[in-house]
Every structure is written in C-alpha cells, then in structure tokens.
C-alpha cells in the first residue's frame, strides 16, 4: 500500500497543513522524480549548502533559476541549432528540464555559477533575531522589590 489519506490529519489540526503537504508531495512523487540532469546538494558550512547541477552542454543564457513559492526552481530551453548539422550519434542530451527544491524556512539563495558544465547555486539558512535562543537573566528578589509601583490609592 503506497497512497496514504491525510484526510484526518487536516480536520484533527490547525496551522500544520504545509506539513501535511509536504508529506503528501514527498510520497506521491517518490515514483515519478526524473533522473536528469543528475545534481548533488552538499553541506558546506553549518548554514551553507551548495546544490551542483550537471548542465553540459548548455549556456550561461538557456539556465534559469528563480524561487518562487518556497521553491527553487531551475529550468533550461536550449535554443535550436541553426545550422544543418549531420550528427552520426548525438550522446549528449540538451533535452528541456526543470527540476524544483523545496526550501525550508529561512533559507535563501545567495548565488549562482555555471562553469564547466556545473550550475553551482549556493544557499544559506538565516534565522531571524526573534527565533535565536537568547539568555534570560535572572533578577534577585530585591531587584524585583524596587521595580514595584506601590499605589496607596486609586481615585
């Protein structure tokens, strides 16, 4: 059994359904993910990640990468010879693709590079000041004391 309904989980819950969604994406595409073009994604520092994406045989202007919906979104279109060419074996697919990465909260695309047939696009996760942990400190008692307004009376 492979399909699973997560049915219940959307009416038994509030503010999970991109969960939900994700789950539901991740196993209905398990069987349908292309395998080309081939890519690696790498961890290159604690908040940095590399994906490389092998691109031969396309340029610089027929890549596209874009992010869009907490997606990254990297498409080619190879422009049409216009020369007559007579190939005996065309081995190198420059076929069309597009190939989508779903990106976590906070993370951000800082760049891409194509260079020798490798489309390098660098990522990095930046958490906001609000979500870091932070150190409370902790008062005496006396301290607690003297912030107190003491109001006698009222009217």
Do not use: C, W
């Not at 049409?80 to 993370?107: N, P």
Request: aromatic fraction near 6%; charged fraction near 30%.
């Amino acid at each position: 059994m492979r399909n699973f309904d997560l049915a219940p989980l959307y009416r038994a819950t509030v503010g999970f359904d991109q969960i939900a969604d994700m789950m539901d994406r991740v196993l209905s595409s398990d069987v349908a993910q292309p395998t080309y073009p081939p890519y690696n994604i790498e961890k290159t520092a604690d908040d940095a990640y590399r994906i490389s994406i092998a691109v031969a045989g396309f340029s610089g202007r027929d890549l596209s990468v874009e992010v869009k919906d907490r997606a990254l979104v990297v498409s080619a279109r190879k422009a049409e010879d216009d020369d007559a060419r007579t190939y005996l074996h065309r081995g190198i697919a420059t076929r069309a693709f597009e190939r989508r990465f779903q990106l976590a909260d906070h993370v951000r695309v800082t760049g891409a590079t194509h260079a020798d047939g490798m489309l390098h696009i660098e990522l990095v996760r930046e958490m906001p000041e609000a979500l870091k942990p932070r150190q409370i400190e902790i008062a005496s008692g006396e301290a607690v004391k003297q912030d107190v307004v003491d109001a006698k009376s009222v009217n």
